[in-house]
């Protein structure tokens, strides 16, 4: 597969997530200036971790605006598979691919650490080669985490079974104490009504070696590339 | 129109030049200095700058070794060798001043500079470390200092993107008021990729690249090399600088496709006194002279003086020399990152340095005068006076514990030896996906993968390479170093170099950051002579060679001067994967074996002088601290990595602050497998043929040399004969497993629940800060 990986500037867990694709999975891999256009031919994007314009202004406010930008939302609207992982959540929510907003930790702080992840649903191209009831282990890293919608877009998210992944305790449980960052429901990750864009917090591309500490990471682009076999290549832009 | 202040004893002094440099100064340029020269002088001839209380000393420190490519001294950071045609580039840098009166701005623009020194050299920065000192928590503006600090690195090291891997805090008294903040970067290139800070090629165009000057920062490197007083913080706060680190992150990311493209003949970055220091230096390295106009320099602010630009300590700003005709390739590559950049001179032939505003002269300084001939004071020394009341202290003073498990519960949760979780969760510690071993083992090991390098001309990595391991541990026992500068300097390097052999490495070289109180003081004096001492000769029986460093002087406020404090980092290879070893114990039945002895009979305080136990329990911070015999150390760290080079070690951790009880604690309970996570594993020991006196020194003494590691039982005989034979003693006490922390010894027999462990280490300083 091809997959573009964004590159804004500050963005900072770009060759991460190339690292990732290319060399622990085989497949292709490549960055793609903020400033550029079009996607070329590529099966998935990639929005990747970082602090996109600082992130002085809101997280992922400035970047959405990007030309390149306008290239994903087309693809998207194709029908293709975008993964925005931690500011490429943020920049997804503000572009308004994602419904909902990621705002301050309820703490306030940062926070850098393995947390335990229930799957919510299987049923997406980023989730169906999660074991049923596996647990994940994947980092965190992040200032901004906290998910955030109205009363009805949760409702909805609910309805439809865009919920993704929830912060957990290692026992599968969705308490306070598991949340990190005092999302609403404990929504560490969720994807659009299509099932063809998703986000989340964590950072599975941390968690795809076993020498970094684990695996689990892998599931969901190994979910993704499952998802893309056998599919339509979206018209590129 | 300027009117530049007249030149003054007293505007002279203000300056911080005695009536003698300056006098000097004026026999250097044939005539008084201007108002922007003095300023000139005053930074480039700081502490922070020129060195010159502690440039005789310095000389002290072994800078060699086959491994070294940029030595120490040289450039910006020092270089070594690691194999395969890579290269690692690293140094530690303080930002205490700043910190103290600004702790977010003061401690994160540390971090911004020490990543230039980095990038300045051409390589990739991939790691970061800290070394932090505050006072105690109980106090509200301690506590305000403290979350600044970190909050601070966070801020500046998460967003640049660069995973903070390592570090210490100590909290003392001593540091109240005055913090310190030493900050460590650590980056990679191949060698061909070296990049050096000399203006070369007479002719040549100086460009300036980064954000405009600002009035922020002014003069910072004087500031830092003056007493911290009451009036400090309002008086100085101007002199702390604003940090930008999404500005860094471009500008880095720009320096490094600049410099691939070779049109780059030199490259510095603007730290400490700025656009003054980069101009000179790489004038004086070049043995050329260099020529700017101020008009040319962006300007974020209007109207500033000449004295205003040179000497802002405005952040994320290069000085690059450019090869005459490629200065389009500057301009293509700084557009693309939206950059600003600006033609502002060139290099001449002339040896000075001349600084011109709208074309008219303001400076014309010898620049190599100006930065290698900065006074040098052979300041004296006298043994401080405490030193005599501390040898004079015996254990007989105090009597044996008789609450054991409580004494172990309240050295775990005192803060300098609690977990510092709350610290380093803050941090961005596993961002470049190369974080093998996190923060809460003995040591960091960060991997070296392709994309760890710069890029080539070609725009790929180049050819492929296995990927290395690097080991990298900060330390320094500062109570110790307090009440023995000399000997605890030697155990701040011994305890890295441990570090270091526990998680399987190999030591490579040394950065240290000498943080010190008023050199003028000959107590102090004696402190920092002792100091360079005892830390030469530690990273000599290492083989472990400084390649740079820094010293901060006048760390002192009101109350008297902090500890004296040598931060030692020290960096090293694990030449295997399989070598990665960690300090909390694995699988249940597997044996422990302390390496050394269970106590140094022949200390009369047996490890107890300076330790934490006498600090925590009895209030107290006296007595000679243990001794170290570096010969029997060195042999320790070979026989270890024996050892687990040979595969017979599960874990490995070095006993320092607080004894072997405290070791053993952290053994069973240091593992953080996820948020709410822990591995608690438990341990029985029978310490009951050791020869302890007492039991507060079998258990919290903090005799030198000693680790604790774990074995496999079937491995049992295999470990015993290796360590025979490199002549390591090897005391089996032990075994995993349980969820106990059970001690027995001929006093009675210490048993903890590890959960009752755990809670006190792991939760103590966020409790403190809630």
Known sequence: MNFAVLQFPASNCDQDAVHVLKNVLGHSARLLWHKE????????VLIPGGFSYGDYLRTGAIARFSPIMKAVQLFAENGGMVLGICNGFQILCEAGLLPGALVRNRSLQFCCERVHLKVATTRSGFTRAIPENKLLQIPIAHGDGCYFADESTLGELQKNDQILFQYATPQGMLTDAANPNGSLLNIAGICNKNRNVAGMMPHPERASEGWLGGTDGRLIFESWLQELTGRNKPSAT | MRI???ITPELVQKHGLTPDEFERIKAILGRSPNYTELGIFSVMWSEHCSYKNTRPLLKGFPTTSDKILVGAGEENAGIIDIGDGLAIAFKIESHNHPSAVEPFQGAATGVG????????????????LNSLRFGELSS????????GVVSGIAHYGNCFGIPTLAGEVYFDKSYEG?????VFCLGVLRHEQIARGAAKGVGNPVFYVGPATGRDGLAGAAFASQDLTEESAEQQRGAVQVGDPFMEKLVMEACLELLATGCVAGIQDMGAAGLTCSTCETAARAGTGIEIDLSKVPQRAPNMTPYEIMLSESQERMLIIVKKGRE?????IFDKWDLPWAEVGFVTDTGQMVVKNHGELIVNIPASKLADEAPIYHRTSREPAYLENVRRFTLEKISDTVTPEADLKALLAWHSIASKNWVYRQYDHMVRNGSVVCPGSDSAVVRIKEDSLPLLPDGTFGPRFTEKLIALAVDCNATYVYLDPYEGAKIAVAECARN????????????????????????????LKKSVEGLAEGCRAFNAPVTGGNVSLYNQNPNGPIDPTPTVAMVGLIEKWEYVTTQWFKNEGDVIVLLGEVIDSSDPLLGMGGSAYLQRIHGLKTGTPPRLNLDKEKQLHDGLRALIYAGLVMSAHDCSDGGLGVTLAECCISQQIARDTPRLIGATIDLRNS????LDALLFGESQSRVVISVNPNKLADAKSEASQRGISFNEIGTVGGDLLTIQSSHRTVTTKLADLHDPWWNAIGRAMN
């Open chain 1, 37 to 44: 256009n079009s996607l070329g031919d590529v099966d998935g």
């Open chain 2, 178 to 182: 005055n913090p310190l903040v030493n």
């Open chain 2, 140 to 147: 509200p503006e301690v506590r305000r200092l403290f979350s």
């Open chain 2, 328 to 332: 389009k390739e500057v301009q293509t």
């Open chain 2, 691 to 694: 020869p302890a006196t007492r």
């Open chain 2, 500 to 527: 270091l052999a526990c998680s399987g490495a190999i030591p490579l070289g040394t950065t240290d950051n000498l943080n010190f109180g008023n050199p003028h003081n000959p107590e102090i004096f004696y402190q």
């Open chain 2, 113 to 128: 500079g020490i990543i230039r020194d980095i990038f300045t050299m051409g390589a990739r920065p991939i790691c970061a």
């Open chain 2, 4 to 6: 530049d202040p007249a």
